[in-house]
């Protein structure tokens, strides 16, 4: 099986992509959230995707603009991957497959919202290429820091790759991915220093441990 792969997320620095691309990061996401403290404006977005080696993938993450905004964007900058937090995600437009629907999960109903979707999706013949899933905070949309419910998500199985988000760091991806054992972990905040600022010793080790208990689980 391949092992789990892993996005350090919000890179907003150049030596941030190198630091990811050093200590062997599968992808580095991209934060096109005005709101956010990572957000890189579009227009800037050159040179750190100029970091980026030719394999390794970038992901450009929005949040609550319309998908079909959302991909030309995506696409006249030059970053395949997107990442997308929105609530029209049955609108019909279509996607392409490298696209990750973000969902926050706090409950079964929740799970049960996802498996409909995906369920919709395989009706339409477009599955997405991953679902990630996050924590529920009430009017936040990712970057909280908060711990996804492991214990809920252990035995789902959506059908597609299943990327784990939300308050991990160094000292709890290992142990997340044991449990849950997802196809991806995410990560933003537990691994900074500050807002949009990575630390090389925290990105080291989160990727270390990471692979680490991939290993174990023999994923």
Same mark, same amino acid.
């Not at 395949?80 to 995600?89: E, L």
């Not at 908060?146 to 709890?172: H, Y």
């Not at 991806?184 to 537990?190: E, K, L, P, R, T």
């Given at each position: 099986?391949?092992?789990?792969r892993v996005k350090i997320c919000g890179i907003t620095r150049v030596e941030d992509a190198e630091i990811a691309t050093k200590y062997g990061a599968d992808a580095v996401g991209i934060n096109f959230v005005p709101s956010s403290p990572r957000y890189v404006d579009?227009?800037?977005?050159?040179?750190?995707?100029?970091?980026?080696?030719?394999?390794?993938?970038?992901?450009?993450?929005?949040?609550?603009?319309?998908?079909?905004?959302?991909?030309?964007?995506?696409?006249?900058?030059?970053?395949?991957?997107? %990442?997308?937090?929105?609530?029209? /995600? !049955?609108? #019909?437009?279509?996607?392409?497959?490298? $696209?990750?629907? =973000? &969902?926050?999960?706090?409950?079964?109903?929740?799970?049960?919202?996802?498996? %409909?979707?995906?369920?919709?999706? /395989? !009706?339409? #013949?477009?599955?997405?290429?991953?679902? $990630?899933?996050? =924590? &529920?905070?009430?009017?936040?949309?990712?970057?909280?820091?908060?711990?996804?419910?492991?214990?809920?998500?252990?035995?789902?199985?959506?059908?597609?790759?299943?990327?784990?988000?939300?308050?991990?760091?160094?000292?709890?991806?290992?142990?997340?991915?044991?449990?849950?054992?997802?196809?991806?972990?995410?990560?933003?905040?537990?691994?900074?220093?500050?807002?949009?600022?990575?630390?090389?010793?925290?990105?080291?080790?989160?990727?270390?441990?990471?692979?680490?208990?991939?290993?174990?689980?023999?994923?």
């Amino acid at each position: 099986m391949p092992s789990v792969r892993v996005k350090i997320c919000g890179i907003t620095r150049v030596e941030d992509a190198e630091i990811a691309t050093k200590y062997g990061a599968d992808a580095v996401g991209i934060n096109f959230v005005p709101s956010s403290p990572r957000y890189v404006d579009p227009r800037s977005v050159t040179p750190l995707l100029r970091a980026v080696p030719p394999l390794m993938a970038a992901v450009g993450v929005y949040v609550g603009q319309p998908l079909r905004q959302v991909l030309s964007q995506a696409h006249s900058i030059g970053i395949r991957g997107v %990442q997308w937090y929105g609530d029209d /995600r !049955d609108s #019909g437009d279509s996607f392409p497959s490298s $696209l990750i629907f =973000a &969902f926050r999960i706090r409950d079964t109903q929740h799970l049960e919202d996802i498996d %409909q979707f995906l369920h919709n999706c /395989r !009706d339409k #013949g477009m599955l997405p290429g991953a679902i $990630l899933v996050d =924590a &529920f905070v009430e009017g936040k949309m990712g970057g909280t820091g908060k711990i996804a419910p492991w214990e809920l998500l252990a035995g789902f199985r959506p059908g597609v790759p299943l990327i784990l988000a939300g308050g991990l760091n160094p000292d709890n991806v290992g142990d997340a991915i044991r449990l849950v054992k997802p196809a991806g972990v995410d990560v933003a905040s537990g691994v900074e220093s500050s807002p949009g600022k990575k630390d090389p010793i925290k990105v080291r080790d989160f990727i270390a441990n990471a692979r680490a208990a991939s290993a174990e689980i023999g994923c």
